[in-house]
Structures are given as C-alpha cells and as structure tokens.
C-alpha cells in the first residue's frame, strides 16, 4: 500500500467515527445523569482492572518505570478524577440561576444558564503521563455529556496500544474512540471539525496543532509548558525548598509541564542549597546509577538532548554539580550553575534532570525578569514573607502558583488547571473542566408582561428624559 492510500485511509477512517459520534450525539444531545455517571464509571472499571497490564504497558515504553511510580502518577490521578466527576456531575448539570437587570427581575423576568454538551472532543495526549493526560482529561468531557476521541503518542506505543484494546472492549465507537498512529495521524486528527480541541505538550508543536485546527473554528485548551520559576525566599526553610525542589525535579525523571525550571536562591544562601539539594538526591535515590526507582527518559533522542544542555552550558562558562552519570536513557539530575544567558539550557524548557540554579538580590528584580519572559505554566514560591507573595500573586503572570510547595495545585479537583499565554489557554479540573467542556447558554424568560414596549418606537419624552438622566459617567 503506497503512503498516499495510507494517508486517504487513515482520514476516512477519522472522518467516519467523527460523523458516527456526531450523528449519535444528535440522538441524545442532553445526556442524562445516569448516561453521563456510566461512562465515568466504566472507564474506572477498566483502568483498576487492567492495573497490571497498564504499568508493564508503562514499564516498557519508558525502559525503566517502577509500577509504584505508574500507579501513583498515572492511575491514582485518574480514578481520582473520575471519583470526584461522578459524585458531583449531577450538581455540575443544575441550572444556574442569575439576577435579571432591575426593574425586569421584579416584573417575572428570569436569567439562567444552561450548561449544554458541545458534542465531541478530542485529545491529543503526550506520553510524559501517558495513562493520566490520555484519560484524565475525558472525567470532565463525558461528566459535560461529550463523547470523546483520542490520539496518544506515538512515543508510547505499548500503553496506547493498550488504550485502545481496553477502550474499544468497553465503549461503542460513536461513544470513544482511539486513534493510533504517528505525526502524519496527528495532523489529520488536528484537522478534523471537533467542537473542541484539547492538546498537551510543548509550545512549538501547539502552534501547529492551533494552526491546523483553526480553519475549522474549533475551541481549543492548549496545556503547554515553559520555564517554570521557583523563588527561594530568605525566609524559606532551606533544606525544606531543596527537598521539595530535588522530588519534582526528579519525579518521573523530570519529564513534567509543571517541572521547576531554573531555581532563584539568594546571593548569599547558593553553596548552602545546593548541599541541600545534593543530600536530598541521595537519600531518595540512593546509589542513583543503578536505583530501579529512578525512571528513565522516554526515547534515546531526548536522552541525549538534556546530556547536549548541560554540555553546551558547561563549554559556554557554566558550572555544573552532577548528581549520577549519564548513561543511554537514565540521565540523573544536574545542578548548573552561572550558565550564559544565550546557551541553550538557558532558552529551552529542559523538561528533564537538570535543574538552573540562579541568584538573586532583590525579589522586584524576579518579578521584572519573570513578566519579560514567556508566562509560565507554573509558578513556585518557598518563604513565609506575606509581602513577597502578595507581589508575585497579583504582579507576576502564570498559569498557576504554588507557595511552599511544587505541582500540589494540580492535585486539586476543585482548581482549574491551565496555562496562560505562550503557556496555554483554557483549563480543566473539576467544575472548572465541566464548564470548559460545555456551552454555557444563557436563557432569558420573559413574564407575561410587555416591559421593553417602551423602547419601540414612538419614542415617547418620557423614554428620551429617562436614557438622557442615565448616560452619566
């Protein structure tokens, strides 16, 4: 088969189940309670029952991925989600009642808003998280009475083949659906006519994805990255922000969105962290070289590039502290110092082990460097100063903040989670994703009696002395 009749294959077949869940959405546009509850609860069904089979799917596509790490960072995220959308969509679907302009709320007139399924979604989920940001994302979808497509990566092949087995045995086609398939896949995915578009991954790729989407109108929730600061207050406990830092950076071998970027310690306080920061990788990871709990980096490609970071910092001046030896796909946490603002670890998110390390006198001067950049998905703040968190909180902009701590926010159902800017747009988590996933309609009814009769014309003196007495300042 020549790759043309591939690619006309490959889009029939996209075109054909978006027509089917289309069509069927268009049989029961409003999904009741009972519906929406029963796909929550089948995709909680067959990701606790397939527990096993997920993390060795996990397991091989990331070379080296301990079921502890899968269990915690894939699938408790997942049921949690859907735990939390099953137990409040009924609520989420009420009709929201607001106030009518005086005097029509006084004369009968009602407002509501009325949260109506925008029809079919589709994701395009990366393999950082390749169970959580695959599922995860459809708790709100189907909880707003969506159905759903979705394309994994490529880059995970074993866990998305997976998906798809395990979706295809427990859902119709026009319900879910999974996509298999590389970039050529991913661009004609992009292209099709959803009524909503959720990409996750890096920024440069979700230029494209929007690029591809936009012809077709599609709302999109672009979830993308950055170069997430954190600010080490002088007030901060020391060893506590280099523990908490050391274990995000390290966490899935640093192959996270939200992951710390470059860390701003005081002038004064650098040798002192970083010691901290050293003890803090070797007491979770000890003999780090061979630790099983240590996870490897997705493909051979983006091993080498994070080794290429750090060495291209290191010939441009900079100092680095290396935690582990690099070797093939395990690439242990570094630590650089003094890096020159123009190589490449200082432009890139690193999305990987190493870690920036840069000082800092005064905290307005963070503030300045953090708003000239690119908003970042997240940002972080360890310190007790009340003064330091007010400025960051209202003169800083991010996709999100945490203080005293790193990534937390996302594990809350009852925040929205989403970038902003180059960082992305749109959000999801709980009721904030249930909206997001929904059109909110507005509903105005009127009473029985006729009370705009008076803005018709004739225009009476009346009408004219009134809008005259209202246009004020």
Not at 160 to 166: G, K, P, R, T
Request: charged share 25%; glycine share 6%.
């Amino acid at each position: 088969m020549t790759q043309q009749n591939t690619d006309i294959d490959i889009t029939v077949k996209l075109d054909y189940i978006l027509r089917a869940q289309k069509t069927a959405h268009l049989k029961d546009p409003y999904p009741s309670v009972s519906v929406r509850q029963d796909r929550l609860s089948r995709v909680l069904d067959l990701t606790v029952r397939n527990e096993k089979k997920i993390c060795d799917a996990v397991n091989a596509d990331f070379e080296n991925r301990s079921s502890i790490s899968t269990q915690a960072l894939d699938i408790l995220p997942v049921l949690q989600a859907y735990k939390h959308a099953k137990k409040h969509v009924s609520q989420w679907m009420k009709t929201e009642k607001r106030k009518s302009n005086f005097p029509l709320g006084l004369l009968g007139a009602k407002s509501t808003v009325e949260y109506i399924p925008l029809g079919v979604v589709g994701n395009i989920a990366p393999w950082n998280f390749p169970i959580q940001l695959s599922l995860m994302p459809f708790a709100e979808v189907f909880a707003a009475g969506n159905r759903g497509m979705l394309k994994p990566s490529e880059l995970s092949p074993e866990t998305s083949n997976l998906m798809a087995e395990l979706v295809s045995e427990n859902f119709n086609e026009d319900e879910f659906a999974v996509i298999q398939g590389g970039v050529d896949v991913s661009k004609a995915f992009a292209g099709l006519p959803f009524d909503h578009l959720l990409f996750t991954g890096s920024t440069q790729v979700g230029r494209q994805v929007a690029s591809i989407a936009a012809p077709n109108l599609v709302p999109m929730t672009l979830e993308l990255g950055g170069k997430n600061p954190v600010i080490v207050s002088r007030s901060a406990d020391l060893k506590l922000a280099a523990d908490k830092i050391m274990w995000a950076k390290t966490m899935n071998g640093g192959q996270i969105c939200l992951c710390p970027d470059t860390v701003y310690v005081a002038n004064e306080r650098i040798d002192e962290f970083v010691e901290h920061c050293k003890s803090a990788v070797e007491a979770m990871y000890p003999d780090i070289d061979k630790n099983e709990d240590y996870i490897h980096i997705i493909s051979q490609r983006h091993a080498d590039r994070l080794v290429e970071l750090v060495t291209d910092a290191e010939e441009k001046g900079a100092t680095v502290i290396r935690l582990g030896n690099s070797n093939n796909r395990r690439v242990p946490p570094s630590i650089v110092l003094n890096a020159d603002p123009n190589s490449r670890i200082c432009q890139e998110e690193i999305f990987g082990g190493p870690l920036l390390v840069k000082p800092f006198d005064e905290l307005a001067k963070i503030v300045d460097t953090i708003n000239q950049g690119e908003s970042p998905l997240a940002l972080y703040y360890f310190g007790n100063n009340k003064q330091e968190i007010k400025s960051l909180t209202l003169e800083t902009r991010s996709g999100g903040m945490v203080v005293n701590d790193l990534l937390a926010h996302c594990l809350q159902e009852n925040l929205p989670f989403g970038g902003m800017g180059k960082s992305g747009m749109g959000v999801y988590h709980g009721f904030d994703g249930f909206k997001n996933f929904s059109h909110g309609r507005a509903v105005y009814h009127q009473s029985n009696l006729d009370p705009l009769k008076m803005i018709r014309p004739p225009f009476s003196p009346k009408l004219r002395a009134y809008v005259k007495e209202k246009i004020k300042a």
